[in-house]
């Protein structure tokens, strides 16, 4: 085979390899669970995994009708990097609140939530973590 021809077939098999090492360059593992408020599961909480380390992105999910969430890192790649992180709760009900003596209400959730002060383990395994969103 001349050089030529053998550049032709290993080049693109290179270029290949490279991106896809790319794609994996950090480590993750899934990362699901429900979200509560007074026992009631969420729907449409957002759901923020913050590495402590800061040397990746966050990643995130939202809550279904059941406060189920899924964690995607990429588009394609589910959960979050192994090891540290703060959790943040975003949630705002759509339907503008509970009534509370003839008026309506929006339950104001702990601020730990919101600010991300609720710190997880993301271990290289199968990772639930189920929060209990508290009114203030």
Excluded: W
Aim: with cysteine.
């Amino acid at each position: 085979m001349s050089r030529l021809n053998l550049t032709v077939v290993l080049l693109p098999m290179l270029l290949v390899g490279l991106v896809g090492c790319q794609q994996n360059e950090f480590e993750t593992a899934p990362i699901h669970g429900t979200i509560t408020l007074n026992g009631e599961p969420v729907q449409g909480a957002r759901v923020l995994f913050i590495p402590s380390n800061k040397k990746t992105k966050a990643a995130g999910g939202e809550t279904d009708r059941n406060g189920q969430y899924e964690i995607r890192f990429t588009g394609t790649q589910m959960g979050s990097t192994i090891g540290p992180h703060r959790v943040k709760v975003m949630y705002e009900p759509e339907s503008g609140g509970r009534e509370r003596a003839g008026r309506k209400s929006t339950p104001k959730i702990s601020p730990k939530f919101l600010n991300g002060n609720v710190e997880v383990e993301v271990q290289d395994t199968d990772n639930v973590f189920d929060f209990e969103l508290t009114e203030t």
